[in-house]
């Protein structure tokens, strides 16, 4: 919990620095610096929206993107800055309606503007890019690895896995430390879509159930095709 405070205060300092240099550089010189601020003030002219409101609306259809591509992993720290920034940015608009430049110069102020927002850049940007460029090269293999424990359905969702969920399993037997109670737990490894699938499964047929949930990053096997699994006609 200490760690996520700190890094959502550090966050929030880092799109404070960059929203006051959108405002106090970018906006007064009207310079379309390559961002989504400066296509804001661009489209300022023409769109009868703040350049808050505007900033807000193309990070929210920034995002949709963003989850259409990456799924759910895209974060809610990335939703939490994209929507910080046009939040500062129209609270110095209401806070100082009247701004305008402080140098007098715009090729000054955009100076000021890249040196002020590299800052926020340095401390922001490294992370968020680092945490895309991760899932793009790391990610696309990623898959989970579900291990199971059930106490009366075992049969049942090992058969569902398989025939079913068109998946692998392989089962293990447990031992409970506290009771010395031998169960069998099953283990599959599944993507994105499929682990949806099997947890919609068990939260309707075993809410009760014990599971765990792992990250595997990646995985290396030779598909196995069998006229007859011996699984399921041992549990017939």
């Known amino acids: 919990m200490g760690k996520t405070i700190r890094e959502l205060l ?3 300092g880092a799109t404070l620095v960059i ?3 959108v405002f106090f550089f970018l906006i007064p010189s009207h310079a379309a610096v390559s961002s989504v601020s ?3 003030i661009v489209l300022s002219n023409v769109v ?3 350049v808050a409101g505007i900033t807000m609306v193309l990070n929210i259809v920034l995002l949709i993107a963003g989850f259409l591509l990456c799924g759910h992993e895209f974060g809610f720290k990335t939703v939490y800055t994209s929507i910080l920034l046009p939040l500062f940015i129209g609270f110095f608009e209401i806070l100082l309606p009247n701004n305008g430049s402080i140098s007098g110069d715009a090729l000054l102020d955009v100076a000021c503007y890249i040196f002020t927002v590299s800052i926020g850049l340095s401390v922001l940007g490294t992370y968020l890019n680092g ?3 991760d899932y793009f090269i790391f990610g696309q293999n990623r898959k989970r690895r579900v291990c199971i424990i059930s106490k009366e359905k075992e049969q049942q969702i090992c058969n569902w896995i398989l025939y079913t969920l068109k998946s692998g399993a392989t089962i293990y037997q ?3 430390a506290y009771d010395g109670t031998v169960r069998n737990e099953i283990i599959t490894i599944v993507d994105k879509n499929e682990y949806q699938k099997l947890m919609q499964y ?3 047929e075993d809410p009760a159930a014990f599971i765990t949930v792992y990250n595997v990053s990646d995985m290396r096997y030779i598909p196995k095709t069998k006229t007859k699994i011996p699984y399921r006609d041992s549990l017939s």
């Open 202 to 204: 068990m939260m309707k």
């Open 48 to 50: 009868p929206l703040s």
């Open 19 to 21: 929203a006051a240099a």
């Open 131 to 133: 945490m895309v460029l």
């Open 38 to 40: 400066g296509l804001a």
């Open 10 to 12: 550090l966050m929030t």
């Open 174 to 176: 447990a031992k409970g």
